[in-house]
Structures are given as C-alpha cells and as structure tokens.
C-alpha cells in the first residue's frame, strides 16, 4: 500500500488503436508523440517525500504503452494500492490521456483520492473541478513539494484539508480552493535526489514503470533547472511572464541555489552516469550565478557531458567560461523558425 502513486499518462489514452501521422511536435525533447517524459517534478516530490518516510511510487504508465503495446492499463491500475493516485496534467497534449487515466482509477480505487497537477490543471483548475467528478484535488502553481506531505496526513485523517496550502478541493459539493502561497518563497525547497528514483527500480525488481521515456536506455540523460518563471513574453508559450504572473501566481523569476544545482548535478553523475541537461538560461541569469556555477562545476569534479540552453545568442565570454570548467557540454538555442518574421512574433 503506497501514500501516493504519481501516474505518467500517455498525450492520447487509446493512441495504439488509432492511425495519427503526429507530425514533429516532439522533435526539440526526448520523448515521443506520445510524451512518454513525465515532468522533472515526479522526481522532486519523490525527493521530498521518501526521506520523510512516505510510501512513493512512480508508474509511468506512458512508457510501459509505448514499449509493450499488449501492455494492460486497467489491470496494472486495478492492482495498484494507494491512498492518493496524483496524475500530471501539465503538458496540454496530456488533457486526454490524463483525464481517461484518472477515470480509470476512480473506477477501480473510489475510495482513493484522484488529484492532478502541472501547470495545465493548474490554469483550467475551475473547469476540470466543475465538469469532471472524478478529479478529487487540483495542487496549484508551479511549487507544489513542499504541500504533499500535508495533503498525505489531511486525507489520511492526521490535519484538515483546508489547512493545505494551494489544494483545489470540494466540500460537499462546493468547490474550495485554499490559501495561495507565494512560490518564490520554495524554490530552495526543491530538490533532485536521483538515488531514490534507482531505489524503487531495485525495490520492485522493475525499471520500466520508473523510466523518464521510453529510449532512456539507449539515451539516457538526467535534468535539473536552474529557475523558475520567465524573463519573456513569447506568443506561443504557455510558460511566459504573463503567464505566471497572471495564472501561476509567480510574481519574478527565482533562481535556486548553485549548491542545490551543484548537488543535483553530482547526484546525476554518481547515481546514473550520464549526460545532464541544465533547464534554464545560464547566461541570462546574470554573470555572477554564470561564473560561479561554471566555476563550481570544476570544482566539484563533474565531467559528466552537459547540455546547456539559451534564450538568445550568448557573447563569446559565456563559451569561454563553458570551455574553461566543463569538460564536454553542448549548447541548445530554439529560434522556433527560420523565418525572420515569425521569430519577430513569436518574441524570439
């Protein structure tokens, strides 16, 4: 019997019974069509909460279709034991899958809480509580660990659900939406501990159901982020400024710590051994945390191949830093079009 299942959906539930030509909308991540890839944050809370003695599991449930395409959701929902079932619907490809998947458990687990997060049930938070039943919590925002444990001990009777910060939740009937807590205030509360990910691979004999994507395998990689929020305004992101100022309730962008990114990095290299790749502009994040972050990267004797992003073209000082401290590294920019004039409205 776990405390919480976190639950990878596939974008389609019922991709393997239909014919789609998909198109390129995975090509710039490592995943699919079908976006196998759960989100860094199954692997922060499973952080948060493993030391606190919580029973986590992850069950991508996206991998194990792609990978076996006899593989039976219902019967691996059905033997499935937990006290909360959290489903990511963060992506907006994932609506689908996510909300059938979450049908599915209700179907086999009523007594079970049904909760989603991410960003996507985070925006249409009132429309997915008011038309679909089965949804028991919405955890809102884009900082969430920190609650987990105190909706675990609420729904298990140890505290009141009113008392849980950022829940969406019903009380007879009535939908409920708790106080908002500032996410700037968490962001060196986040951590990416990857031993606890390889301890449940051990533990239940199994790594597919853990797996980051289905090619993880033959192309492994493990992330960590420098930020969160954004610094701009790009029509087609549901990720910019605007965004989290007005229905994230993110007010600026936060760094992390450079230890905790220091500390994620080496957990990646001792644990897992292969390339990582830094979310977030290093550049942009002004020269000093550039510097220093480079500079701590040698320090620490991680070699480790390390992807980079940038928002813009970086000055030939930045590849300079990268060639001084990192030993192998690759830099990715997403100009989105060749096209001078979509770049220009699109904010790239």
Known sequence: MYDIVLMHAPSIYDFRKRVRDYGPVSDVIPSTPIFEMYPIGFVSILSQLVPLGYRVKIENLAVEMVMDKNFDVEKRIKGLESSIFSIDLHWLPHVHGALNIARIVKKYHPESAVMLGGLSSTYYHMEIMRNYDFIDFILLGDTTEPFFPQLIDAFQGGGKLEDVPNLAWRENGRIRINRIEPPERYIDSVRLDYRYLIKQCIRNLSVKSALPYSDWIISP?????????????????GGSKFAYEHSYFRKGVSYRSIDNVIDDLLSIQENLGVPAFIIGDVHEAGRKYEEELLKRIKENGIDIPIMFEIFNPAPESFYVNLEKNVSEYTVEISPESSDENVRGFAGR
């Not at 420098?226 to 790009?234: A, L, Q, V």
Request: net charge neutral.
């Open 221 to 237: 990689s493990g992330m960590t982020f420098i930020e969160k929020g954004c610094h701009h305004n790009c029509v087609i992101c």
